[in-house]
């Protein structure tokens, strides 16, 4: 695959044209809401010419079963794992699975190992509350351990993505010991055991996301460690881009300093978030996919800018009652970005958290860099 950005008095045809391709291909590798518009600095995924063969590593994706079909169907034949999201937990440890066979049996064919991600999502997501219940009552935790080995073993999952964020600094040492249990528990019943980490760049961050989770400590107990490098710019933050390239590496540096490099699985997302302008403290910003990034842009005429600390592309267009808006995405180049930054770091891979939408052209990007090794 390469890459074309889109300059002024570009349209499909001539695009098409130069490119030895046809409109109609480049709408459907795109994902073009409307076929007869473009916008300045949109990146355009063309076929290319045939080049290296995908370089082979780990490729894991977090899928629920609301997730888009043709994303799953499209993705799965090329992943090493899949966490399956959308199971709840109780505080007295019960947990309640989704309805996860369709994904399961995808997951199978492709010979992508199937693993239950366990976090602690209430009502109104991450709660603390929940996890200090669940890692500090030695009764709670131990009911949860066990009914986690029965869904491995009833539903057909080969491990557990263990995603408890959001912690109360005071349980870093119980979710720490609570990890090496379940690890512990996993290992001996022959499953694996992942951990998905937070952001951060030192041990004493005490930022509500990251604050309960000891790095070295989880890293001693997982088989992999998903680093979640994304959400810098979110609907409750300041207007910014969603995993800034110069953030997300010190972060990976920071873990890769105390977890081995071939345990790591650096974390993508693709998707945006509009702010209106001016922005103060405490607004909040409308969370959108992509592809509505995309769309939103072209239809306003705007032109596409790339943030070259960032490696994420902006715009700025009108909004309701004469405001202006900003909008940073992810697109296809600032995927390729991470992905180049996971390979020059020597991860054992890479984790996809595509939030069940899909983004054809990331996604045509991500397979054509990379095949996920079948450790089946």
């Given at each position: 695959?390469?890459?074309?950005?889109?300059?002024?008095?570009?349209?499909?045809?001539?695009?098409?044209?130069?490119?030895?391709?046809?409109?109609?291909?480049?709408?459907?590798?795109?994902?073009?809401?409307?076929?007869?518009?473009?916008?300045?600095?949109?990146?355009?995924?063309?076929?290319?010419?045939?080049?290296?063969?995908?370089?082979?590593?780990?490729?894991?994706?977090?899928?629920?079963?609301?997730?888009?079909?043709?994303?799953?169907?499209?993705?799965?034949?090329?992943?090493?794992?899949?966490?399956?999201?959308?199971?709840?937990?109780?505080?007295?440890?019960?947990?309640?699975?989704?309805?996860?066979?369709?994904?399961?049996?995808?997951?199978?064919?492709?010979?992508?190992?199937?693993?239950?991600?366990?976090?602690?999502?209430?009502?109104?997501?991450?709660?603390?509350?929940?996890?200090?219940?669940?890692?500090?009552?030695?009764?709670?935790?131990?009911?949860?351990?066990?009914?986690?080995?029965?869904?491995?073993?009833?539903?057909?999952?080969?491990?557990?993505?263990?995603?408890?964020?959001?912690?109360?600094?005071?349980?870093?040492?119980?979710?720490?010991?609570?990890?090496?249990?379940?690890?512990?528990?996993?290992?001996?019943?022959?499953?694996?055991?992942?951990?998905?980490?937070?952001?951060?760049?030192?041990?004493?961050?005490?930022?509500p996301l990251c604050a309960g989770q000891d790095y070295?400590?989880?890293?001693?107990?997982?088989?992999?460690?998903?680093?979640?490098?994304?959400?810098?710019?979110?609907?409750?933050?300041?207007?910014?881009?969603?995993?800034?390239?110069?953030?997300?590496?010190?972060?990976?540096?920071?873990?890769?300093?105390?977890?081995?490099?071939?345990?790591?699985?650096?974390?993508?997302?693709?998707?945006?978030?509009?702010?209106?302008?001016?922005?103060?403290?405490?607004?909040?910003?409308?969370?959108?996919?992509?592809?509505?990034?995309?769309?939103?842009?072209?239809?306003?005429?705007?032109?596409?800018?790339?943030?070259?600390?960032?490696?994420?592309?902006?715009?700025?267009?009108?909004?309701?009652?004469?405001?202006?808006?900003?909008?940073?995405?992810?697109?296809?180049?600032?995927l390729l970005a991470r992905l180049e930054l996971a390979?020059?770091?020597?991860?054992?891979?890479?984790?996809?958290?595509?939030?069940?939408?899909?983004?054809?052209?990331?996604?045509?990007?991500?397979?054509?860099?990379?095949?996920?090794?079948?450790?089946?």
């Open positions: 695959m390469e890459l074309y950005i889109v300059r002024p008095g570009d349209s499909l045809s001539t695009i098409a044209k130069s490119c030895h391709t046809s409109p109609e291909a480049l709408v459907r590798r795109n994902q073009l809401g409307d076929p007869r518009r473009l916008c300045p600095g949109l990146s355009l995924v063309l076929e290319g010419k045939a080049g290296a063969a995908p370089a082979v590593t780990e490729l894991c994706a977090a899928l629920s079963p609301q997730a888009e079909p043709e994303l799953a169907d499209t993705l799965l034949p090329n992943l090493s794992w899949l966490c399956i999201q959308g199971s709840r937990l109780t505080a007295q440890g019960g947990l309640n699975l989704p309805e996860q066979e369709q994904l399961l049996r995808l997951a199978h064919r492709h010979q992508a190992m199937p693993l239950l991600t366990v976090s602690n999502l209430g009502q109104g997501g991450f709660s603390p509350a929940l996890a200090h219940t669940l890692v500090s009552h030695e009764e709670a935790g131990r009911a949860l351990t066990d009914n986690i080995l029965k869904a491995l073993e009833s539903q057909g999952c080969r491990g557990v993505d263990l995603s408890f964020q959001y912690l109360y600094p005071f349980d870093r040492e119980a979710y720490s010991a609570f990890a090496r249990r379940l690890g512990k528990a996993l290992h001996s019943a022959g499953y694996y055991f992942f951990c998905s980490l937070a952001p951060k760049t030192q041990a004493t961050a005490e930022a070295a400590a989880l890293g001693a107990a997982a088989d992999r460690l998903i680093l979640l490098a994304h959400g810098w710019g979110g609907a409750f933050t300041a207007p910014q881009a969603i995993a800034p390239l110069d953030r997300v590496a010190a972060a990976l540096d920071y873990a890769a300093a105390l977890i081995p490099r071939g345990k790591l699985l650096l974390g993508l997302s693709w998707g945006g978030c509009a702010w209106v302008l001016p922005w103060r403290q405490g607004d909040a910003a409308r969370p959108m996919s992509a592809a509505l990034a995309v769309d939103t842009a072209v239809a306003a005429g705007a032109e596409i800018r790339y943030d070259a600390a960032a490696q994420a592309p902006f715009f700025l267009c009108p909004g309701a009652g004469g405001k202006r808006r900003i909008i940073w995405y992810e697109d296809s180049r600032s390979r020059s770091r020597g991860l054992a891979g890479v984790s996809l958290w595509p939030q069940d939408r899909l983004y054809r052209p990331g996604l045509h990007m991500l397979q054509s860099r990379c095949a996920g090794e079948k450790l089946v």
